[in-house]
Structure formats: C-alpha cells, structure tokens
C-alpha cells in the first residue's frame, strides 16, 4: 500500500487548497478513504472521510462547511477542498485507507497572513 499526498502549501486566512491524495497497492474503490490532520503538538485527527462509492461522507465538526471530500476512482484518487481557511488549520495532512495502517508522508498546509 502506497499513498502519497499533495497540493499543501502556504496560504492567507480565507484562501483555498485542494489537496490529492494517490494510491496504489490495493483495490481502491473497495475502501472508505479518510483524511486526518496533525498539527504541531496535538494528536492526529479525523477531518473527513468518504465511503468506497463516493456517495456518503463525513467531517468533524470543526470542518463542516469549508472542507469537502470526494474521490475519482479511475484515479485511485482522494481530494480534500479546503476553503475559507484558518490559522488552525495549519497542520500535516494525511490520508489513510479504511482497514490499512500504512500512512502516506503527507502534506504541509500552513495558513498564515
């Protein structure tokens, strides 16, 4: 299993990222996708996550609104729109198949004026 996650950067408060998340090694479209987040000392966290087909999704609370998951399965591909971004949002961002332990490097998204 191999995930490797992109498109994080570094943005103003209110700006927009979508990070991309490919995967390879497994049947893609078998699995539930996630994205997590880590930020500088705090424990990883679920911020979404989308079921094998695409048609359910979750978020946590504090992403409701401004984050929007979806997958491309020809692809083997995970997005995350991230919009009206915050200060605290700035994290590593990673993703993560259902029923695999395996974790990509993950993304860098720091937001800051």
């Known amino acids: 299993v191999q995930l490797v996650e992109s498109g994080g950067g570094l943005v103003q408060p209110g700006g927009s990222l979508r990070l991309s998340c490919t995967a390879s090694?497994?049947?893609?479209?078998?699995?539930?996708m996630s994205w997590y987040r880590q930020a500088p000392g705090k424990e990883r966290e679920l911020v979404a996550s989308i079921d094998s087909g695409g048609g359910s999704t979750n978020y946590a609370d504090s992403v409701k609104g401004r984050f929007t998951i979806s997958r491309y399965n020809a692809k083997n591909t995970v997005y995350l729109q991230i919009d009206s971004l915050k200060p605290e949002d700035t994290a590593v961002y990673y993703c993560?198949?259902?029923?695999?332990?395996?974790w990509g490097q993950g993304t860098q998204v720091t937001v800051s004026a």
């Open positions: 993560k198949a259902n029923s695999f332990p395996h």
């Open positions: 090694g497994f049947t893609f479209s078998s699995y539930r």
